[in-house]
């Protein structure tokens, strides 16, 4: 009998041995169900992007130096919400397949809306190689692998690399986070991306200082085309889609958490 065949059985055995929890209310999960319930899953703070034109993630990077082609993120970010598990299990918890699975649902959130069209490489944002040691993975480096899984286009992880081990962005001010991420990464391999369409990937967007000194750095190669996806964005960024208030769940504060 063939491994595949054997695998719901296998699952369910492991299932029964090693209960497996729901990422955010700890209920036991069923053999249908990976990393949350389905009624946690119906409470995800959805952005509902779906990659359109304009959309926040597209316009953040945009200066006299960036000019993104398309943008997506998956989830609101809200600090000390109940989706925050979901982050704290890939970062601090050391289970990169939680990763690789929401990469997965990132990709079907948009597979079927030409997001991905014409795109060459996946691109994560790369983590100090003593951040690396400590987690064990990239944590933006699985989304990749679960979008990849999905889509069929390659991860490309040589291109860009990252030179210094800045400290953690977590309890730093939005000023403070642009001047930490200054000059640490550095385009090591231009011809792999050249005149490719690349999909920049990083976990979650806070004030998009670290991806704009990426984005930098990747533009160094010519004919470049810039795209950018993360799992969540900040909700802070809400406040120009929902300029009105319109979002009630919309705070003032100045974007924090997750670094
Ligand atoms: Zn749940």
């Not at 809200?78 to 970062?91: G, H, L, Q, V, Y």
């Not at 959130?109 to 790369?126: A, C, I, K, R, S």
């Not at 899984?149 to 309890?171: F, W």
């Not at 806070?206 to 470049?224: F, H, I, N, V, W």
Request: glycine content about 6%; aromatic content about 8%; charged content about 25%.
């Amino acid at each position: 009998m063939k491994f595949k065949a054997l695998r719901p059985w296998l699952e369910s055995l492991a299932n029964a041995v090693v209960p497996r929890h729901c990422l955010i209310c700890e209920r036991r999960l069923g053999m249908n169900e990976q990393c949350l319930c389905l009624a946690c899953l119906m409470q995800l703070p959805l952005t509902g992007f779906k990659g359109k034109k304009g959309n926040i993630v597209e316009r953040l990077l945009w200066d006299d130096r960036i000019s993104t082609e398309r943008g997506q993120s998956f989830l609101y970010y809200r600090p000390e919400s109940d989706s925050c598990n979901i982050f704290f299990s890939f970062k601090y918890e050391r289970n990169p397949a939680t990763a690789l699975f929401f990469g997965k649902m990132m990709a079907h959130d948009v597979e079927h809306t030409g997001f991905f069209d014409g795109m060459d490489l996946l691109v994560p944002v790369p983590l100090s190689r003593k951040r690396f040691l400590q987690r064990g993975y990239n944590q933006s480096e699985r989304l990749a692998a679960g979008i990849s899984e999905v889509t069929g286009i390659p991860v490309c992880e040589e291109a860009l690399v990252r030179d210094v081990d800045n400290v953690s962005q977590t309890h730093l001010s939005a000023e403070e986070r642009r001047e930490n991420v200054k000059e640490i990464f550095r385009l090591a391999r231009p011809e792999l991306v050249a005149g490719k369409h690349v999909l920049l990937i990083d976990d979650v967007i806070t004030t998009g200082s670290t991806l704009k000194q990426c984005a930098y750095r990747l533009l160094e190669a010519e004919g470049l085309k810039l795209s950018v996806m993360s799992l969540a964005i900040s909700h802070f960024h809400s406040r120009h889609l929902f300029p009105h208030g319109c979002d009630p769940d919309f705070g003032e504060e100045e974007p924090s958490g997750l670094g």
